[in-house]
T-cell receptor
Framework: AQTVTQSQPEMSVQEAETVTLSCTYDTSESDYYLFWYKQPPSRQMILVIRQEAYKQQNATENRFSVNFQKAAKSFSLKISDSQLGDAAMYFCAYRSVSFGNEKLTFGTGTRLTIIP | GAVVSQHPSRVICKSGTSVKIECRSLDFQATTMFWYRQFPKKSLMLMATSNEGSKATYEQGVEKDKFLINHASLTLSTLTVTSAHPEDSSFYIC????????????FGPGTRLLVL
């Protein structure tokens, strides 16, 4: 079974600075999807970014980018120019490409605080 | 696009009663929907996966007779908590995945259930 580990329960960053959230995972599969979701105080889960394992290029969405290291099974999220609205819980998630196995496996989350 | 709604957003009920939570995909057809439970400051725990027109697949340890899931159409799935007890109080979140066009799960805003 796949597992996802987020080793940083809490992180804080000064507004406008850059922060990196770490995520590692364990799998025997060669192809899969990885996601970062954000859960603000409203508790609505919001997709931040996703990465297909077969793609070597790191995904980027505006101020959010990932560092995907397939061999190391690492999938960190970098937030540039941090804003107050970035304060939230961030969950890393893994999804198999296997037919019938579409469930997401989540990490335990990292609570990000933005310091004004 | 890819909006998922849940109703109600919060519900309070007496112990022993049943509560139904609806999950709708508003602008896409969802062949697969997922139901999660989230305890305070914890990650999401998958309860079951439902495919339109077929029986739900429950995760280990989830009582299928207590948490009834119906996915009668491509835009609607329901979760019924039967004979609710205070320990069923939690935050329930659904997500939906479209038919083949996207591997991403889109989440509803969640339902807070309080059983007195």
């Amino acid at each position: 079974a796949q597992t996802v580990t987020q080793s940083q329960p809490e992180m804080s960053v000064q507004e406008a600075e850059t922060v990196t959230l770490s995520c590692t995972y364990d799998t025997s599969e060669s192809d899969y999807y990885l996601f970062w979701y954000k859960q603000p105080p409203s508790r609505q889960m919001i997709l931040v970014i996703r990465q297909e394992a077969y793609k070597q290029q790191n995904a980027t969405e505006n101020r959010f980018s990932v560092n995907f290291q397939k061999a190391a099974k690492s999938f960190s999220l970098k937030i540039s120019d941090s804003q107050l609205g970035d304060a939230a819980m961030y969950f890393c998630a893994y999804r198999s490409v296997s037919f019938g196995n579409e469930k997401l496996t989540f990490g335990t989350g990292t609570r990000l605080t933005i310091i004004p | 696009g890819a909006v998922v709604s849940q109703h109600p957003s919060r519900v309070i009920c007496k112990s022993g009663t049943s509560v139904k939570i609806e999950c709708r995909s508003l602008d896409f057809q969802a062949t697969t929907m997922f139901w999660y439970r989230q305890f305070p400051k914890k990650s999401l725990m998958l309860m079951a996966t439902s495919n339109e027109g077929s029986k739900a697949t429950y995760e280990q340890g989830v009582e299928k007779d207590k948490f009834l899931i119906n996915h009668a159409s491509l835009t609607l799935s329901t979760l019924t908590v039967t004979s609710a007890h205070p320990e069923d109080s939690s935050f329930y979140i659904c997500s939906a995945r479209g038919a083949g066009w996207d591997e991403t799960q889109y989440f509803g805003p969640g339902t807070r259930l309080l059983v007195l």
